[in-house]
């Protein structure tokens, strides 16, 4: 059966993680639920960074029960959704990759950053954000979407395919592509089983 989300678009928005975050503390507005702009002025990234973007690029936020998502390792909720989204671009005939632990790029002459992934976990809901350069790359230090796709139509993918992926399928997906691709992003240490990182014999979770 196909989950129907309650998809809320915004013409213009201060950030879509911002705002589901707040409606959710407060009981305003129940998982399953997406809010999206084309619009965002001042998105959240990774480690408290700004996510940058221009008008026309795909910004959106999700929220859902987490206990949907029991045999996802909650350390590793970002690579789970993450490599979802990647793949519904990539079946989409992008030839975009994921950069451990939570960024899409694209590997030309050089990797160019194209998107990104946070999640965060608010009342027993888990509250993922991904902001993507479909259209413009807010400069010459990031790429963008090498396809031509409506964002609507990317949104719609994903959370189709959402519902067709595994915790095991992901990670055994993943392992294969992050040994292709670590050279490309000097990445140390051996991607484990709970999508962390082997190092020195210690795991590791993030980039911080």
Do not use: H
Request: contains cysteine; hydrophobic residues 35%.
């Amino acid at each position: 059966m196909v989950k129907k989300w309650n998809i809320v678009y915004f013409e213009r928005i201060d950030s879509t993680q911002k705002y589901l975050l707040n409606e959710i503390k407060q009981g305003s507005i129940k998982p399953p639920v997406c809010v999206w702009s084309e619009l965002q002025i001042n998105g959240i990234g990774s480690r408290g960074n700004c996510w940058v973007g221009k008008e026309g690029n795909l910004f959106f936020s999700f929220a859902d029960v987490m206990s949907e998502y029991e045999t996802v390792p909650m350390q590793s909720l970002s690579i789970y959704f993450g490599w979802i989204f990647k793949k519904t671009l990539n079946d989409l005939g992008s030839k975009a990759v994921m950069k451990w632990p939570n960024d899409i790029y694209l590997i030309e002459e050089k990797p160019k950053k194209i998107g990104g992934i946070i999640t965060n976990i608010v009342k027993n809901n888990i509250v993922c954000g991904i902001g993507l350069n479909t259209k413009y790359a807010p400069d010459e230090k990031f790429g963008s979407l090498d396809i031509e796709v409506k964002n609507d139509k990317i949104l719609r993918k994903f959370f189709y395919s959402l519902q067709s992926y595994t915790w095991s399928d992901v990670i055994c997906e993943y392992q294969k592509e992050f040994e292709i691709t670590r050279t490309f992003f000097d990445i140390d240490g051996e991607l484990e089983e709970d999508g962390s990182l082997k190092i020195n014999q210690k795991k590791v979770y993030s980039k911080r």
